[in-house]
């Protein structure tokens, strides 16, 4: 990026800053603070800052327009200290990072910036899901990362003191790792005898019994003939175990309970296909270094990102769904002018309802896109007419 861009953006940014309103994290005085700055071209993070040092917030964003701003999940006795030990660690928010770089089948080469965008509001909605129904967190913070994903920031005072190994146990929950099928079903007395039931109170066993539930009302909109071919389709399912299983599954009331007695050795199989498919449809894929460590700097909400001249976009939980970040997080300071670019990487854009191709060379495009355009990488900011 050209210097004359980053003065530009720098300035943009800065006037954007003068006008917003910032709102601050619980307990902004015993986080660490850091930021990018614009100047040098580099990456480089300023970081080790209290908020006393800073300033106020406002007044420090409008002064140094920074590329990025972060603040820390962690609480600190003495968060402005040199040192993370002496720092004095007083818990830390549990917070997951979902990056649309790490999700299964994107190829940050061949994906569209768009596509990888909704591709990664659906694994939001999964993880919201986990966090809500098995963890029962009700407040979690969703944020949208101004870049390629979310944030969500989980604040309960009865995870903030949890050390990284109990973190990583989170994270293997939330992405179903070394889940045992065998421990979602268990054995239990009935009269004289014992009966094998599959988990269906919560938690994966839960999630399991909805798929297995499913598919049993599936099938009894069947024939008989139907319901074999569609049960052998599971590997391992031959005809005699496919017809144990079909009449097991055709008792409701058995079903709804759990009852996984009957059915043979091929139930069983059944139960780790449908687990396994559960675990594809339903697991979050976080990026586990962000949960697991306790010391970790995230975005502030209501900042820019420097990568895109999107907002750090905070969301209620109600607005998750519908929110489009390449309409919703462009700074309405933005809006209403036009400026001249010099395009250096063309191709197609979706951006702010917009569909279109920019071609190499100087054009003059709304501000919004061409700060989107630079803050990329694929612009230059053409020199003001004299």
């Known amino acids: 990026m050209e210097r004359r861009t980053r003065e530009y953006l720098r300035g943009r940014f800065g006037d954007y800053y003068r006008a917003a309103r910032v709102a601050l994290p619980p307990a902004p005085d015993a986080r660490e603070w850091g930021y990018i700055p614009w100047s040098g071209g580099g990456t480089t993070m300023i970081r080790h800052q209290s908020r006393l040092e800073l300033g106020a917030v406002g007044e420090f964003l409008a002064d140094e327009s920074p590329r990025h701003v972060y603040f820390s999940a962690a609480r600190y006795g003495d968060p402005g200290a040199g040192t993370m030990d002496a720092k004095e660690w007083r818990g830390a928010d549990l917070v997951f990072d979902l990056d649309a770089d790490h999700l299964p089948g994107v190829d940050p080469a061949t994906t569209a910036y768009a596509e990888m965008l909704a591709r990664c509001k659906d694994a939001l909605l999964r993880l919201l899901d986990l966090l809500e129904d098995d963890f029962g967190f009700r407040d979690a913070q969703v944020v949208f990362s101004g870049g390629r994903g979310y944030h969500v920031h989980v604040r ?3 995870v903030r003191d949890l050390d990284s190994p109990a973190r990583r146990e989170v994270v293997d929950y939330l992405r179903a790792i070394d889940v045992d099928t065998d421990a979602l079903i268990r054995t239990r007395a009935a009269g004289t005898t014992t009966r094998r039931t599959l988990l269906t109170e919560g938690g994966w066993g839960r999630r399991v019994h909805r798929r297995l539930e499913a598919l049993a009302a599936e099938l009894r909109a069947l024939d008989d003939e139907e319901t074999l071919e569609r049960l052998q389709a599971y590997e391992g399912i031959g005809e005699s175990r496919a017809e144990r299983i079909r009449e097991a599954l055709s008792n409701p009331g058995a079903i709804a309970d759990g009852n996984v007695e009957r059915g043979g050795p091929g139930l069983r199989i059944l139960l780790e296909a449908i687990a396994e498919e559960t675990f594809g449809a339903e697991t979050a894929p976080i990026d586990e270094p962000v949960t697991t460590d306790v010391r970790r700097l995230i975005r502030l909400p209501g900042s820019l990102h420097g ?3 999107l907002i750090v976009r905070r969301l209620d939980r109600d ?7 390449l309409t919703d997080a462009v700074p309405e300071r933005f809006r209403g002018e036009s400026v001249g670019i010099d395009v250096t990487e063309p191709g197609p854009v979706e951006f702010d309802g917009e569909s279109l191709t920019v071609e190499s060379g100087e054009c003059t495009v709304r501000e919004c896109l061409a700060v989107f355009l ?12 004299r």
């Open 156 to 158: 309960d005072e009865a």
């Open 374 to 385: 630079m803050a990329r990488g694929r612009a230059e900011k053409v020199p003001e007419a």
């Open 307 to 309: 990568g895109t001249g």
């Open 319 to 325: 607005a998750v769904e519908p929110f489009d970040p």
